[in-house]
Nanobody
Framework: VQLQASGGGLVQAGGSLKLSCAVSGGTFSWHTIGWFRQAPGKERMFVGVTRWNDETPSYADSVKGRFTVSRDNAKNTVHLQMNSLKPEDTAVHYC?????????????????WGQGTLVTVSS
């Protein structure tokens, strides 16, 4: 599958952004879609995931209660709604796809990645 992330930008602390991940080239409803982010000088880290067989997303502790992952099977798109943004949320955000439903909070669980979209949160 191919993934295209979009929606990044510059926002002040406390603000909101909504990222989108458009998926093509596969059966979208059978794919788990995860969001990861990589801050400057740091490793890429898990943010959230929507599994193809489970309506309830999972989140990293650092974003729980602030970020929401949702999927639109009719539009082959997954969204990441980010509220109450903090400067430490500044990173390139990536979406990734897999047929797996386990090991989906680590990079190794995914075979297809989008190009990333930059989110910058100013203090």
């Amino acid at each position: 599958v191919q993934l295209q992330a979009s929606g990044g930008g510059l926002v002040q602390a406390g603000g909101s952004l909504k990222l989108s991940c458009a998926v093509s080239g596969g059966t979208f409803s059978w794919h788990t879609i995860g969001w990861f982010r990589q801050a400057p000088g740091k490793e890429r880290m898990f943010v959230g995931v929507t599994r193809w067989n489970d309506e309830t997303p999972s989140y990293a502790d650092s974003v729980k209660g602030r970020f929401t992952v949702s999927r639109d099977n009719a539009k082959n798109t997954v969204h990441l709604q980010m509220n109450s943004l903090k400067p430490e949320d500044t990173a390139v955000h990536y979406c990734a796809a897999t047929r797996n439903i386990v090991e989906v909070t680590t990079e190794r669980g995914y075979g297809s990645w989008g190009q990333g979209t930059l989110v910058t949160v100013s203090s």
